[in-house]
């Protein structure tokens, strides 16, 4: 069963409430898309369960349905057979992680293609993202922000990113705060946090991997980066992950 959310938060009419607890029971799986969550937490279906949906209204999940363990932060969760989701893009990505669940990783892959779109995100990835937060202007600063973000476990000096923006290390530098507000020096480490942060949540990499393949180079400088950013070490972020 699959229940789809709106542009609101809307309050189920008793009988869609019905509906869903008594096919709740039936299901093998259910899935939630965005907003579709409160549809479910008025059913008692999410109670006691791990549970996302768009981070407008997470927060309003939260509050008016506390049984529910709301992470606000996140692309879908799986709790047992119920599947939720956030919104917007999110919604495919769930619809990918089923149709691997259920068909394999090489089907997903294609539909994926056929939909013109990358293979799906992981879950536990994050709603926002560090290069939607830097929002760069020009197709030259955004292209040195993809390829960092592709060789994150390279030192990534500015000489290099000037060199895949096609400007000069200056020009770079000067262009790069001017369009994001941010040191290249700044941007680079944030998008190795992120790409860290999924890498301990996933919790299938030791610590000392994480940090060597996010560009880090060992865990104590990646540790300074995670209590700059989140004020928690790396350690502490797993291990929320995991509960």
């Not at 939630?32 to 999940?61: E, M, P, Y």
């Not at 262009?175 to 941007?187: I, L, N, S, V, Y």
Request: aromatic share 6%; proline share 4%; with cysteine.
């Amino acid at each position: 069963m699959l229940v789809v959310g709106d542009n609101e938060a809307t309050v189920a009419p008793p009988s869609l409430v019905a509906f869903l607890q008594k096919a709740a029971k039936r299901c093998r799986r259910i899935g939630v898309t965005c907003t579709g969550a409160f549809n479910l937490a008025q059913a008692g279906i999410l109670d006691g369960r791990k549970a996302t949906t768009h981070w407008r209204f997470a927060s309003r999940l939260q509050r008016e349905y506390s049984k529910i363990n709301v992470e606000q932060d996140r692309i879908f969760i799986i709790d047992g057979p119920v599947w939720t989701s956030a919104g917007m893009t999110a919604c495919i990505d769930l619809a990918l992680a089923l149709v691997e669940k259920d068909l394999g990783p090489d089907v997903a892959r294609l539909v994926a293609k056929k939909m013109v779109v990358y293979h799906r995100r992981a879950g536990g990835q994050s709603q926002y993202s560090a290069l939607l937060e830097l929002e760069p202007r020009s197709d030259r600063i955004q292209s040195a922000l993809t390829y960092a973000k592709e060789h994150l476990d390279k030192e990534l000096l500015v000489e290099e990113l000037a060199e895949a923006a096609h400007l000069s290390p200056r020009q770079f530098s000067r262009a790069f705060r001017a369009e994001t507000g941010q040191t290249p020096a700044k941007a680079v480490e944030n998008l190795r946090i992120e790409a860290a942060r999924l890498m301990l949540e996933s919790g299938r990499h030791p610590i000392d991997i994480v940090a060597r393949d996010t560009g880090f180079g060992d865990r104590n400088r990646m540790r300074r980066a995670f209590l700059r950013a989140f004020g928690q070490p790396p350690q502490m972020i797993r291990r929320a992950a995991a509960h």
